[in-house]
T-cell receptor
Framework: AQKVTQAQTEISVVEKEDVTLDCVYE???????LFWYKQPPSGELVFLIR??????QNEISGRYSWNFQKSTSSFNFTITASQVVDSAVYFC???????????????FGQGTILTVHP | EAQVTQNPRYLITVTGKKLTVTCSQN?????MSWYRQDPGLGLRQIYY???????DKGDVPEGYKVSRKEKRNFPLILESPSPNQTSLYFC??????????????FGPGTRLTVT
C-alpha cells in the first residue's frame, strides 16, 4: 500500500525566511509519480509540480525548488525568501504508473499549514 | 475553457436529507474521481470511474454513491448524510486515453456541512 507522510503539521516563518516542507513516501512500485499541491485560503488545489520516479534531478522554479531523493524516499519542497502570499496548506501526493492496480488515484499526505508573517 | 466544475460550491444541510453534488468536465476525460479532505488526513479517494458505467470504490466509500451515465458527469450522492460527512469535496478527472494518465484536473471544491 502507498503512504505519504508530511510530518510537519504547521510551520510559521517570517517573510524572507527560507522554509522546507518535508515529504516522505512509501511504495512498492518501481514506477510512480510524486506531486506537490498548494491550497490557498480560497480552497482550490493548485498544481505545483509532478515528478516521475526515474527523474531524480532537482528542480527549481523561481523561488520554489524540489529535492527528490529515492534513497531516502523523500520529495522535499523549499521556498526561498518566503512571502505572505505563500501562506497556504501544501500537500505532497503519490500516484502509481499506469501498470499499477490503482493508477489514477492520488495518495495524499496530511498537509502542512504554512503561515508566513510580514 | 477546459475545466472541471462542481455544484454547489457550498452547502449546509441536515442529517438524513438526501443530496447530490454534481461534477462535470468538458475535456472528454475517461477517468473521474471524488475525494474528501479532512483536517490532518489530507485528501482521500471516495469513488472513481474509469469510463461510462464503470465505477469502483476508493478508500472511503461508506455513505456515498456515484453514477456515470455520461462521460462528462460524475455526481456524488449522499442518500442519508450524517455529520461525519461534513468535509471539503473535490472532483477530479484524468485524460487516460491520451496517455497523460498522471495529469489530474481538480474541480474547485464543494464545502459541505451536515448538522
Amino acid at each position: 500500500a502507498q503512504k505519504v507522510t508530511q510530518a510537519q503539521t504547521e510551520i510559521s516563518v517570517v517573510e524572507k525566511e527560507d522554509v522546507t516542507l518535508d515529504c516522505v513516501y512509501e511504495t512498492r512500485d518501481t514506477t510512480y509519480y510524486l506531486f506537490w499541491y498548494k491550497q490557498p485560503p480560497s480552497g482550490e488545489l493548485v498544481f505545483l509540480i509532478r515528478r516521475n520516479s526515474f527523474d531524480e534531478q532537482n528542480e527549481i522554479s523561481g523561488r520554489y525548488s524540489w529535492n527528490f531523493q529515492k534513497s531516502t524516499s523523500s520529495f522535499n519542497f523549499t521556498i526561498t525568501a518566503s512571502q505572505v502570499v505563500d501562506s497556504a496548506v501544501y500537500f505532497c501526493a503519490l500516484s502509481e504508473a499506469i501498470t499499477g492496480t490503482s493508477y489514477g488515484k492520488l495518495t495524499f499526505g496530511q498537509g502542512t499549514i504554512l503561515t508566513v508573517h510580514p | 475553457e477546459a475545466q472541471v466544475t462542481q455544484n454547489p460550491r457550498y452547502l449546509i444541510t441536515v442529517t438524513g436529507k438526501k443530496l447530490t453534488v454534481t461534477c462535470s468536465q468538458n475535456m472528454n476525460h475517461e477517468y473521474m474521481s471524488w475525494y474528501r479532505q479532512d483536517p490532518g488526513l489530507g485528501l482521500r479517494q471516495i469513488y472513481y470511474s474509469m469510463n461510462v458505467e464503470v465505477t469502483d470504490k476508493g478508500d472511503v466509500p461508506e455513505g456515498y454513491k456515484v453514477s456515470r451515465k455520461e462521460k462528462r458527469n460524475f455526481p456524488l450522492i449522499l442518500e442519508s448524510p450524517s455529520p461525519n460527512q461534513t468535509s471539503l469535496y473535490f472532483c477530479a478527472s484524468i485524460p487516460l486515453a491520451s496517455g497523460r494518465y498522471n495529469e489530474q484536473y481538480f474541480g474547485p471544491g464543494t464545502r459541505l456541512t451536515v448538522t
